[in-house]
C-alpha cells in the first residue's frame, strides 16, 4: 500500500512539473536566482564527484547558516571527503556561497523535484556515502531513493511544531515510511522528539539546536560597528526578518507612537523580492528613510527615520549595529524566525505572539530574561520607549543573552558524533 502511494505521490509530482516550472520562472521576475540553474532540478547538469561524498541538504536560508558548524566539523573529521551542499531556494543557495566561497571541497547545486526517477537519477551521479537533511526536509521520494541504494540517511537539527504535525498527519503513511527508513534521527528539543515519533520515526536523540555553536563572522561585526559609527549615539531598534503583512503593522504602529525622534528604526524584509514593496510603503508614509545599499556617506542623517536593510548575507551586521532587536515572523501567525542570532550578539530580544516554529528556545529565552514577548506592534515601540541602552536592565538582558546562548552550546559536537557511525 505504501508503495502505491509513494508511486502516486510520484506520479503526482511529474502532473504538477509544468505548473512548478512555470512559477519558478514566475518568481524569477523579482528574484533572477528563481530562473538559474533549473537544469539541476532536473538533475540535468549535475556533476559525478570522484572523492567520497557526504551530502547536506539545506532548504534555504536559516537552514544553510545552522549547517555550517557542522560542515566545517564534518571537513574537518574527515578530510578525504567532499561536500556537497544542496538547496531549494536561490537566497539559500547565496548564503551557501557566502559562508563557503573560500572551501574548495565544498560544492553546490539545488536538490531535484521530488520523482522517484528524478532523485534515483540525482543519488547515482553523485554517489554519496551519507545524505545529510536539515530541519524538516523528509522528501519521501528522495529518501526512499536512498534507503533503496544503501546510502545510510540522517535527520539532524529535526524540529516539528505541533501545527506542522497536524498538517503532517494527513500524509502520515508516507511521511511515516519515510522517517521510519531514515537511519539516524536527530531532533532539537524533546518536544520535537516527541511529536517526530508520533509521526513514524524511530529511535530519536535529542541534541540541541546547531544554531546556537554559530560564530558571528567577525567581518559582519566588524560592519555593524561601523554602521554603527556613522548612526551615532541614536537608539536603534532592528525589525529582523519581516514577513508580508508584518511591515505595514509595524510602521502604522511607529507612526503612531510617541518616540525620541533620535530612534533610528532598521527594517529588513526576509525575502529580497519584496524591498520594493517595503519601498513603496515607506514612500506611501511619507516617512524619511534611505536604503542601506546605498549608505555611502560618512553620517546617517539625524532627520533619517528609516533605514531599508535591502542587502543579503549582512543579518549579523544589523544585529551587531542595533540596541534591540525586534524577530519578524511571529507578529501574524507564521510562526517566527530564528532569534539565536541576535541573542548570540548581546541584544535583547522582542518577539510577536506567534513563535510556534522555535517554541522551545523562545519559551526559554523569555524565562531567563533575555528575550520579550509583545502583544502587537503597538507594543513593539512602547517597549522602545521603556528601552534605555545605558540602563542596568538593559545591559542585564544583554548579559543574559549571551549567557544563554553559550549554556545552549555543544550540538555540533553531539550531532558529528552521532552520525560517525553512519560514515564507517
Not at 512539473?17 to 533572477?32: D, N, S
Not at 531549494?88 to 559562508?99: D, E, N
Request: aromatic letters at 8%; one cysteine or more; glycine letters at 6%.
Amino acid at each position: 500500500m505504501i508503495a502505491l502511494s509513494l508511486r502516486f505521490y510520484s506520479v503526482c509530482w511529474w502532473l504538477a512539473l509544468p505548473l512548478v516550472l512555470i512559477r519558478l520562472w514566475w518568481r524569477g521576475r523579482k528574484e533572477a536566482g528563481y530562473r538559474q540553474h533549473i537544469s539541476e532540478r532536473l538533475t540535468l547538469a549535475n556533476a559525478a564527484f570522484s572523492s567520497p561524498l557526504i551530502w547536506v541538504h539545506a532548504v534555504s536560508v536559516g537552514e544553510t547558516r545552522a549547517a555550517e558548524p557542522l560542515i566545517h566539523a564534518l571537513l574537518k573529521k574527515y578530510p578525504q571527503h567532499h561536500v556537497l551542499l544542496t538547496h531549494m531556494t536561490p537566497t539559500g543557495r547565496a548564503t551557501g556561497t557566502a559562508l563557503f566561497n573560500n572551501e574548495p571541497r565544498v560544492s553546490q547545486s539545488y536538490i531535484p523535484y521530488d520523482t522517484l526517477s528524478l532523485t534515483q537519477r540525482f543519488i547515482s551521479k553523485i554517489n554519496p556515502s551519507l545524505c545529510v537533511l536539515m530541519e524538516t526536509e523528509v522528501w519521501p521520494s528522495l529518501i526512499d531513493s536512498c534507503s533503496k541504494a544503501g546510502i545510510p540517511i540522517a535527520l539532524i537539527n529535526a524540529r516539528l511544531s505541533a501545527r506542522s504535525l497536524k498538517r503532517a498527519q494527513w500524509f502520515g503513511g508516507l511521511l511515516g515510511d519515510a522517517l521510519r527508513k531514515i537511519n539516524c534521527v536527530i531532533a532539537q528539543t524533546q518536544a520535537d522528539a516527541e511529536r517526530l515519533h508520533t509521526l513514524g520515526a524511530q529511535t530519536i536523540i535529542v541534541a540541541g539546536s546547531l544554531k546556537f555553536d554559530i560564530t558571528p563572522p567577525e567581518a559582519m561585526l566588524t560592519m555593524g560597528h561601523q554602521w554603527r559609527q556613522q548612526i551615532g549615539d541614536r537608539l536603534v531598534l532592528l525589525c529582523a526578518s519581516t514577513r508580508e503583512g508584518e511591515e505595514a503593522l509595524l510602521l502604522d504602529a511607529y507612526m503612531a507612537a510617541t518616540l525620541d525622534p533620535r530612534v533610528l528604526l532598521i527594517m529588513v524584509p526576509r525575502h529580497p523580492q519584496r524591498f520594493d514593496e517595503v519601498e513603496r510603503m515607506l514612500e506611501a508614509r511619507g516617512l524619511r528613510w534611505q536604503r542601506r545599499s546605498q549608505l555611502t556617506i560618512e553620517h546617517v542623517p539625524s532627520s533619517t527615520q528609516i533605514l531599508l536593510g535591502d542587502s543579503m548575507g549582512e543579518m549579523f551586521a544589523y544585529y551587531a549595529a542595533c540596541d534591540l532587536a525586534f524577530i519578524g515572523g511571529s507578529l501574524l501567525p507564521l510562526g517566527g524566525q530564528n532569534l539565536i542570532e541576535a541573542l548570540s550578539c548581546g541584544k535583547p530580544v522582542l518577539v510577536g505572539p506567534h513563535t510556534f516554529n522555535f517554541k522551545q528556545v523562545t519559551a526559554d529565552a523569555i524565562t531567563v530574561g533575555a528575550a520579550i514577548r509583545v502583544p502587537d506592534a503597538q507594543h513593539v515601540f512602547s517597549s522602545v520607549s521603556q528601552m534605555d541602552a545605558t540602563s542596568k536592565d538593559y545591559q542585564a538582558m544583554s548579559e543574559v543573552a549571551i549567557q544563554f546562548c553559550v549554556q545552549h552550546q555543544g550540538a555540533t559536537a553531539r550531532t558529528l558524533k552521532l552520525l560517525s557511525p553512519q560514515l564507517k
